[in-house]
């Protein structure tokens, strides 16, 4: 006999089909922007696209959206303590210049 | 009534949570590249920018849809093994090694054509240049090669389960594996999924 505690959600082809070319057209979207507009956007841009794109696959691909909230809670922490060190890297940097 | 020991008991959200903790690490394992990137960035702006030139963006691309489509591969082979269908659920992760293998064929393309040309750490192209240039090169064969190394041992990994599909050992009512292979494949898409703009695309 097998015990599982929770019930294993289903993502369907349909909504995995349309995160899929969500994710070609965002790709399309940062090439065709490459090197275009001012500088800050130049920086920026594509590091958001991606973000939003890596927010996909987490979200639905590796079905982070359908895991009990926790998961999301360390999720929070990781990416927290990645934009403080970004952040204290970020500043010593400009302070040497 | 079964007796206790025929009782087999599967901890699901533990089996995950694991596995999650793993690949956080792993994301930070990649985080320290990164971050030497955007520190050198800042000191050769145009040593960056003209050796990121050097790159083709358009494999860079070809790459990214081959391991989004990769992905998808992935995640639907997940579904297919939750509502039963095993042969679908093989064809789907044969799919996703050789989308990996196109990949790392890519690649191996693409280091070839910068070795042809030198550009590589201790190249005699790189010799007369500025050190941005040699900088930037040395981040980008570090880091690309380390992820090329996940992308075969991701390979590997779905190899395996692919094999414990084929003998029953992950099914429809117990697949964790199979979900945490899944996990391990989609982070290489997502480290990826950061590299190319990195790479390719900041200029």
């Known amino acids: ?97 | 009534m079964s007796k206790p020991h025929d009782i087999s008991h599967r901890d699901y959200t533990g089996a995950k949570l694991g596995m999650w903790l793993f690949l956080f690490t792993e994301f930070f394992l990649f985080f320290g590249p990164v971050l030497l990137y955007a520190v050198f960035r800042f000191r050769y702006p145009h040593a960056f920018i003209d050796a990121s030139l050097k790159l083709d963006a358009g494999v860079g691309a070809l790459n990214t849809v081959i391991l989004l489509t990769s992905s998808l591969c992935m995640a639907l082979a997940i579904t297919a093994m939750q509502r039963g269908r095993k042969g679908l659920t093989l064809f789907l992760l044969a799919l996703t090694v050789t989308l990996g293998s196109f990949f790392l064929v890519n690649k191996y393309f693409e280091w070839g054509a910068k070795f042809a040309h030198g550009l590589y750490p201790g190249g005699e192209a790189l010799a007369g240049n500025a050190d941005g240039t040699a900088i930037f090169y040395g981040l980008y064969f570090f880091t690309t090669g380390l992820h090329g190394l996940h992308v075969l041992a991701g390979m590997a990994i779905i190899i395996g389960a692919a094999l414990m599909v084929h003998e029953g050992r992950i099914n429809s009512t117990d697949f964790v594996k199979l979900e945490n292979t899944g996990l391990y494949w989609h982070l290489v898409d997502v480290v990826w999924i950061f590299l190319f703009p990195v790479f390719y695309l900041v200029r």
């Not at chain 1, 800050?40 to 696209?49: G, N, R």
């Not at chain 1, 009990?68 to 400009?94: C, E, H, K």
């Open chain 1, 1 to 97: 006999m097998d015990a599982k505690e929770t019930k294993e959600r289903i993502v369907g082809a349909p909504t995995l089909f349309a995160v899929w070319a969500a994710l070609l057209g965002l790709t399309w979207l940062t090439v065709d922007l490459s090197g275009k507009g001012m500088a800050i956007f130049v920086l920026a841009a594509p590091f958001l696209i991606a973000s939003a794109k890596a927010f996909l696959v987490v979200d639905y691909f590796m079905r982070l959206k359908y895991e009990p909230s926790i998961f999301r809670y360390i999720f929070l922490i990781v990416f927290g303590t990645i934009a403080v060190v970004s952040f204290l890297v970020y500043q010593d940097v400009a302070y040497r210049q």
